[in-house]
Nanobody
Framework: VKLVESGGGFVLAGGSLRLSCASP??????MGWYRQAPGKQRELVAT????????NYANSVKGRFAISRDNTKRTMYLQMNSLKPEDTAIYYC??????????WGQGTLVTVSS
């Protein structure tokens, strides 16, 4: 099973991007987005569950980002609005099926310029 990310790119501050993460053939209970900026540790951005669709966001993105998933397409999305230069990072998709299975995508670069 492989996670395939897409949607990164370059955008001016205040702009929007939508990231996608496809998991062909598999549905995972917990999926999420993480990011890693240059010189910093990887951090949680948002997660979403399959069973009840509950979501969790980092404080820094609340009100600006929205995570969603379409289990019929086995795809997760991250809609990013009002982007700031500090959102610049490599964004990674993560999938988890407790208790043992965890997968990471290859990452997609998001660059926000002022």
């Amino acid at each position: 099973v492989k996670l395939v990310e897409s949607g990164g790119g370059f955008v001016l501050a205040g702009g929007s991007l939508r990231l996608s993460c496809a998991s062909p053939g598999s549905t995972f209970e917990i999926m999420g987005w993480y990011r890693q900026a240059p010189g910093k540790q990887r951090e949680l951005v948002a997660t979403i569950t399959s069973s009840d669709g509950s979501t969790n966001y980092a404080n820094s993105v609340k009100g600006r980002f929205a995570i969603s998933r379409d289990n019929t397409k086995r795809t997760m999305y991250l809609q990013m609005n009002s982007l700031k230069p500090e959102d610049t990072a490599i964004y990674y998709c993560r999938a988890e099926e407790p208790p043992y299975l965890e997968l990471w995508g290859q990452g997609t670069l998001v660059t926000v310029s002022s």
